[in-house]
């Protein structure tokens, strides 16, 4: 534990001796609760967090970012899906389009039916 050694005047000593006695506590125990309490109306003034307040408050801020994350790469992974689905979806619409348009085609292109032309019989000299 860091120990802190201080001066003080003759006339505080002997006011935080009387403190401690009519508490019934040490000195030194004292002025590290006056230290303390000052601390605290600090904090208080300057807004200043305890250090485990602040690391708490990160620690929830870097969980909610990790599931923020495994959110965003589940939203990721099924966007793709939605992709190649609807790649498959439009690639499958077009090559019925494209039937389509064969079909059509040759429903409106003229028939030409092939003209049937009777053979010529030979007349057979004897």
Known sequence: MPT????????VY?????F???MGI??????KMLINNGLEELREKYG???EEEIISAVNALIE???????????LEL???????????FIDNVNSRLNDLE???QEIQEPVLEPELIKARTRKHRI
Do not use: A, C, F, W
Request: overall charge positive; glycine content about 2%.
């Open 4 to 11: 802190v050694h201080l001066s003080l005047p003759e006339g």
């Open 14 to 18: 002997r006011e935080l001796k009387r």
């Open 20 to 22: 401690s006695s009519h």
């Open 26 to 31: 040490q000195i030194t125990d004292l002025i």
């Open 48 to 50: 200043i967090e305890r």
């Open 64 to 74: 909610t970012m990790n599931r923020v994350e495994k959110k965003l790469t589940y």
């Open 78 to 88: 099924r966007v793709r899906e939605n992709e190649i689905k609807l790649r498959e």
């Open 102 to 104: 064969l079909s059509i």
